[in-house]
Each structure stands twice: as C-alpha cells, then as structure tokens.
Nanobody, 123 residues
C-alpha cells in the first residue's frame, strides 16, 4: 500500500516558478508526475526510478521542469520553472510498485495516485 499526499500548487504569473511536493509512504518502483487540464487526457510529465534515480521527461516540459526524489524524506518533488499559461492543469503524483506498463508516461501503468493539486498560470 502506498499513500501519496501532494502539496505546493497555486497561482503564478507566466515566467514564474512553483515546486510541487508529494509525500510518499511505502515501497515504490518508480514515481511520476502527471497533469490533466479540463477536456484533455492525463499527460505524463516526468518519471524517476526509485532505485537508480534515472529520469525521463515529456518534451513539453523538458528543460523547464525537474523531478527529484528525496529518499531520506520519502518525498517526490517537481520543480517547475518558466511556467506558461498552457501549464495550467491539475497536477498528480503517481507511483508504481512494479515494472508493469510499457511506457513510463502511460497513466494506466501506475497503481497509486495522489489527490491532485491545482496549478494556474496567468498571462
């Protein structure tokens, strides 16, 4: 059983920064950040493999967002810089407890989810 609790969302102007946090309990194989805007599919943004620290990013956020896992604090972070209005969405952290799923960005491969935190970027 993995429990994920997110925090850190809010409103910011374009060009600003936010850091999302996700407190995790339990074993994780990998963790990821996703977002979903109204009327759109859930989009995989970044993932980190818990044992190796290997990360992958979606092209839409590469170079702007950074995923970090602090194992000592059992916390996952998403540092978001150079935010754009198009980044406005509900953001979720997610965890896998096995290697199930062909692609890291496929939300169906994750078996635990946080409650979500809203990020709003104004122009």
């Amino acid at each position: 059983q993995v429990v994920l609790v997110e925090s850190g969302g809010g409103s910011v102007q374009a060009g600003g920064s936010l850091r999302l946090s996700c407190a995790a309990s339990g074993y994780t194989y990998s963790m990821g950040w996703f977002r979903q805007a109204p009327g759109k599919e859930r989009e995989g943004l970044a993932t980190i493999y818990s044992r190796t620290g290997i990360t992958y990013y979606a092209d839409s956020v590469k170079g702007r967002f950074t995923i970090v896992q602090d194992n000592a604090k059992n916390t996952l972070y998403l540092q978001m810089n150079s935010l754009e209005p198009e980044d406005t969405a509900m953001y979720y952290c997610a965890a896998k407890t096995s290697g199930y799923g062909e692609h890291w960005y496929d939300p169906f491969g994750y078996n635990y989810w946080g409650q979500g935190t809203q990020v709003t970027v104004s122009s």
